[in-house]
């Protein structure tokens, strides 16, 4: 054959590949820096004392809003951030870990409602992911998925971080793209997330830049700081105590003084009363003080350390030369957290099983707190210092829990340098404004599927105009039956008891823009307004698909585990498995169980077999000096029971059987005679851990007495947990853990 027919044989055969979607004229690169569980005033641009000096000098040279609002949660929060629409319009009502069942609480954001990077995508742009996700069902988050609410399946082309509410940021749980994967290094070789973060950004950017130097790419960038557990370098720590030694109420004084300084707090704004159970910082004895003041360093280390690695993100993008061209927007998804409760934690993992942590031993571990064997969290003081001016916290819809920092940079697309912007504007507005900034207007249909309307306003008229007006729109609030209506500068808001009726709680009435800490409730003097926005919320939850209401913590999440596993009692796993996430690993609290590996073994073999959990909670069958063992690690308190005697070299069934009853005791078995036992009153009540589970090695921080990962050297084919019928969770306790997840 010639070589004329040859190329037409060729050019003929060859598919054809369109080109890549023309972006629009002069769009800029996009970097959203989204942090968890930082409070209004905690970025130093917001009154913080915490070192932020790259957020402040982004600050100085865009601007900084002080109405900017969330939804009080993390998941909701994401998905309104993400669609441009209300959180429970595009069915995440809640939280990403259960689906109620009706429209508004699925745990999982409809295909109705496009997101940015699809939008973007549909636009020429490149879309890349890193860090947290939290907004598909975590039970969906196994090798099984599926896919289709992952990042990859909502518009990244790439995505590199962890799936859950949260992580050990020394060993953390890992995705890439659709995979499973290790972290790079260990805490003993210095590793954090939030570097490891950082460098897959720049890489990812680096790789865009080298592939595509002409189309521009959104990179958001989901940290894990400052969401429990609080972890970072100990000499960034340290450095902290004598910053809070004074205490959380001096500290709230300190911090008002300086948002009036900044302009960012009106001249006349009153701190409210502390929230309620907050005693005031001189009432509590030198030894919490102590305690509070490291839990409070450790918190405000974390985000000190975050900072210096954005520093690193935007010192590549100018030695790229493409910072000056990227609109970056720095802000956090919710208030302060309140879930460490008023005396705060060093291990949140044992209150959830009855292993409590008096302050004594608080005291005793105050040099772990921050580090690879704590789940530390700081107490409600401290929270409340970082939401200052406001009341309440996370969780709730009063300003702490719902007002948060947002910067606005952007060198060559805003004039504006150092300002500040006193605008209402809400998550659900910030896909608007991106699209509004680059002459977008949302699809009407992606991938077949015909879109909501948006919902949020764009506030871009707002980044050069300081006069430009708020939303003209009322903008609802919800969470747990916390509720609140904002609407022309005045907010009526109702904190909601759990379990109380809804139409017992009591709205309050606050003119925001005169007000703006919530400190004079006019429900009294002002009755027809009130009554007014009230009337206004119940059309806005009819409307977003709020109702029915629930207040409901324990039972949401016990029905979602009883539907997801439903009637299964038996896991295999075999060898060359991967990683299985905790919701889609076997439910053994509250139960009786059986574990049993099948393996070969050989004089000097050794390594774990099964191991559920990490170094704060967790358990962990495994082989050595010959020996069989089982560890069950209750808040770090490790019950350990050794076999009693030798294995025999050869094909073994070893195991493990729970018998639940007035207390639990853990027999092992080999082949199954039993090899030794233990009685002991701890267990899983309500929480194994939030790491979890791997055969044939630890993958963590260890949950036994070993260095991880301790494979198993011996040939391992497969480990069978067969689960009892005699559950019986607390579902109230199971909510109370589940939510200090979040």
Not at 281 to 308: C, I, N, P, Y
Not at 418 to 441: N, S
């Amino acid at each position: 054959m010639s070589g004329a027919k040859i190329g037409r044989t060729l050019a003929e055969s060859t598919p054809y590949w369109p080109e890549r979607p023309k972006p629009p004229k002069g769009a800029p690169n996009i970097l959203v820096v989204l942090f968890d569980d930082v409070g209004f005033s905690d970025f130093g641009c917001y009154g913080s004392p915490i070192r932020t000096p790259t957020i402040d000098a982004l600050a100085a040279e865009g601007v900084r809003y002080t109405g900017f609002h969330t939804t009080a949660m993390c998941s909701t929060t994401r998905a309104a951030l993400l669609t441009g629409r209300n959180h429970h319009s595009v069915g995440m009502g809640c939280l990403a870990n259960f689906d109620s069942g009706f429209p508004g609480y699925r745990g999982k954001i409809a295909r109705e409602a496009g997101t940015l990077p699809e939008i973007l995508r549909g636009h020429g742009y490149g879309t890349y992911m890193v860090g947290k996700w939290h907004a598909t069902p975590l039970n969906q988050t196994g090798a099984a998925g599926p896919y289709d609410g992952w990042p990859l399946g909502r518009g990244f082309n790439r995505y590199y971080g962890f799936m859950d509410a949260e992580t050990d940021q020394f060993s953390p749980e890992l995705v890439r793209d659709n995979t499973p994967v290790e972290a790079p290094a260990r805490y003993a070789e210095g590793y954090h997330l939030t570097e490891d973060l950082v460098d897959e950004s720049i890489r990812f950017i680096a790789d865009h830049i080298a592939d595509a130097p002409e189309q521009p790419w959104l990179l958001w960038l989901a940290l894990g700081a400052c969401h429990a557990p609080h972890q970072a370098p100990m000499d960034i720590i340290r450095s902290y105590d004598e910053v809070f030694q004074a205490g959380w109420d001096a500290e709230r004084e300190r911090r008002l003084e300086r948002q009036k300084a900044l302009g960012v707090a009106p001249p006349v704004t009153r701190l409210p009363p502390r929230n309620d159970g907050v005693k005031p910082w001189a009432e509590h004895s030198e030894e919490e003080r102590k305690v509070f003041t490291r839990l409070q360093s450790a918190f405000a280390g974390m985000l000190d350390h975050a900072d210096r690695h954005l520093a690193r993100l935007i010192a590549f993008l100018e030695a790229a030369g493409v910072k000056d061209d990227t609109l970056i927007l720095v802000l956090s998804d919710n208030g302060a957290s309140q879930e460490g409760g008023p005396l705060g934690m060093v291990n949140a993992m044992g209150p959830y099983n009855m292993k409590f942590e008096p302050i004594p031993e608080k005291l005793a571990r105050l040099e772990d707190i921050g580090g690879p064997d704590s789940h530390s969290n700081f107490p409600h003081g401290w929270a409340q210092a970082s939401n200052t001016p406001l009341r309440r916290y996370k969780q709730n819809t009063h300003g702490g829990g719902i007002r948060d920092p947002l910067v606005v940079s952007w060198k060559n697309g805003l004039a504006a340098r150092g300002e500040l912007r006193h605008q209402f504007a809400h998550a659900c507005d910030l896909t608007p404004t991106i699209l509004d900034l680059l002459g977008l207007e949302a699809p009407e249909t992606i991938a077949g599927v015909a879109q909501a309307p948006m919902e949020g306003v764009s506030f871009a008229a707002s980044l050069t105009d300081p006069a430009a007006p708020s939303k003209a729109e009322p903008q609802y609030f919800e969470m747990f039956g916390h509720r609140g209506l904002w609407q022309d500068g005045w907010k009526a808001v109702a904190f909601h008891p759990p379990g109380a009726p809804f139409d017992a709680d009591r709205w309050e009435l606050y003119h925001l823009d005169a007000d703006f800490s919530e400190t004079e409730d006019l429900a009294e003097r002002d009755p027809a307004r009130l009554e007014a926005m009230v009337a206004e919320w119940w059309r806005q939850a009819e409307r977003c698909k709020v109702l029915p209401l629930d207040d409901r913590f324990g039972p949401r999440f016990a029905e979602n585990a009883q539907r997801h596993q439903g009637a299964r009692k038996r896991f295999v796993f075999h060898k060359g498995m991967g990683h299985v996430p905790t919701d889609c690993a076997p439910d053994v609290r509250s139960r009786s169980y059986f574990i049993e590996a099948d393996v070969t073994v050989k004089d000097g073999d050794e390594g774990v077999l099964v191991a559920h959990g990490d170094a704060t909670s967790g358990y962990s069958l495994f082989v050595r000096d010959g020996r069989l063992h089982h560890t069950l690690n209750i808040g770090g308190l490790r019950t350990t029971v050794s076999s009693d005697r030798v294995i025999s070299p050869g094909r073994r069934k070893l195991g493990m059987r729970c018998l639940q009853g007035d207390g639990r005791r853990f027999t092992l078995t080999i082949d199954g005679a039993p090899a030794g036992e233990i009685a002991t009153h701890m267990g899983f009540l309500t929480l194994i851990s939030w790491s979890g589970l791997d055969i044939g090695r630890d993958r963590g921080s260890p949950v036994g007495d070993y260095a991880e990962p301790f494979r198993f050297s011996g040939a391992l084919r497969t480990v069978t947990m067969t689960m009892d019928a005699d559950q019986d969770l607390d579902g109230e306790a199971v909510g109370v853990a589940e939510m200090a997840r979040e």
